[in-house]
C-alpha cells in the first residue's frame, strides 16, 4: 500500500545543532513530495516542496530537503536549530491513483532545547 | 490576500446538537479539503471537491457528518448530532486547480462536545 512514514514521533535538539526529519514514501511512481510546519494553535503552513527538476529543494526558515528516488527518502534538515523552530512538522506525498489530495505522515513534534 | 477563512474559530457544544463549519477558500481556488485532526488519530482527509463537486468522502466518518460545496466560493461541514468523540480540530484548505497539490490551509476550528 502505497505510504508516507516518518520516524520519529518526537525529536529533540540544542538550539544551534543540525536539524534531520525523516520521511520516506511508499510509491510505485515518484511522487510529488511536500513538508509542512504547524505552529500551536495554527494551520498547516506549506515549507518546501519537489516536484521535478533539481532534488534537493529549499525552502522558508532556512529549511532544505533532498529528494533520493534510490532510498524513496525527503528528509528535511536545517543547519542551526532556532528556539523558533520548535513546531509540529508534516511530510505529505502525493499518491498514484490518489486524485490531487496529498497523503500524510503521522507528524513529527520538534523540541529545541537552550 | 486573504487567505482560507475559517469560522467559527472555536466552537463549543452540547453533544446531540447541530455544529456547522464553514470554509471559505482563497478566491480563484477550485479545490477544496475537508480535514480533522486529534491527538489519537492525526490528521486525516475527510472529503475534498474539485469544481464544488464532491470527489472522495472515504473518510466522512459516519451518515452524522455531511458536506457541501455550493459554490467555488463556500463549503459548509455539519455534524448532526454531534458526540463528545467528535471533538478535534477542524481545517479546511484549498489548491488552485484540480491538478494542483499545493494545499494551502485554514487557521481551523476547534470543536468541543460536551
Known amino acids: 500500500a502505497q505510504s508516507v512514514t516518518q520516524l520519529g514521533s518526537h525529536v529533540s535538539v540544542s538550539e544551534g545543532a543540525l536539524v534531520l526529519l525523516r520521511c520516506n514514501y511508499s510509491s510505485s511512481v515518484p511522487p510529488y513530495l511536500f513538508w509542512y510546519v504547524q505552529y500551536p494553535n495554527q494551520g498547516l503552513q506549506l515549507l518546501l516542496k519537489?516536484?521535478?527538476?533539481?532534488?534537493l529543494v529549499k525552502g522558508i526558515n532556512g529549511f532544505e530537503a533532498e529528494f533520493k528516488k534510490s532510498e524513496t527518502s525527503f528528509h528535511l534538515t536545517k543547519p542551526s536549530a532556532h528556539m523558533s523552530d520548535a513546531a509540529e512538522y508534516f511530510c505529505a506525498a502525493s499518491l498514484t491513483g490518489g486524485g490531487n489530495k496529498l497523503t500524510f505522515g503521522t507528524g513529527t513534534q520538534l523540541k529545541v532545547e537552550l | 490576500d486573504a487567505g482560507v477563512i475559517q469560522s467559527p474559530r472555536h466552537e463549543v457544544t452540547e453533544m446531540g446538537q447541530e455544529v456547522t463549519l464553514r470554509c471559505k477558500p482563497i478566491s480563484g481556488h477550485n479545490s477544496l479539503f475537508w480535514y480533522r485532526q486529534t491527538m489519537m488519530r492525526g490528521l486525516e482527509l475527510l472529503i475534498y471537491f474539485n469544481n464544488n463537486v464532491p470527489i472522495d468522502d472515504s473518510g466522512m466518518p459516519e451518515d452524522r457528518f455531511s458536506a457541501k460545496m455550493p459554490n467555488a466560493s463556500f463549503s459548509t461541514l455539519k455534524i448532526q448530532p454531534s458526540e463528545p468523540r467528535d471533538s478535534a480540530v477542524y481545517f479546511c484548505?484549498?489548491?488552485?486547480?484540480?491538478?494542483?497539490?499545493?494545499?494551502?490551509f485554514g487557521p481551523g476550528t476547534r470543536l468541543t462536545v460536551t
Open positions: 484548505a484549498s489548491t488552485l486547480t484540480p491538478l494542483s497539490y499545493e494545499q494551502y
Open positions: 519537489y516536484t521535478t527538476g533539481a532534488t
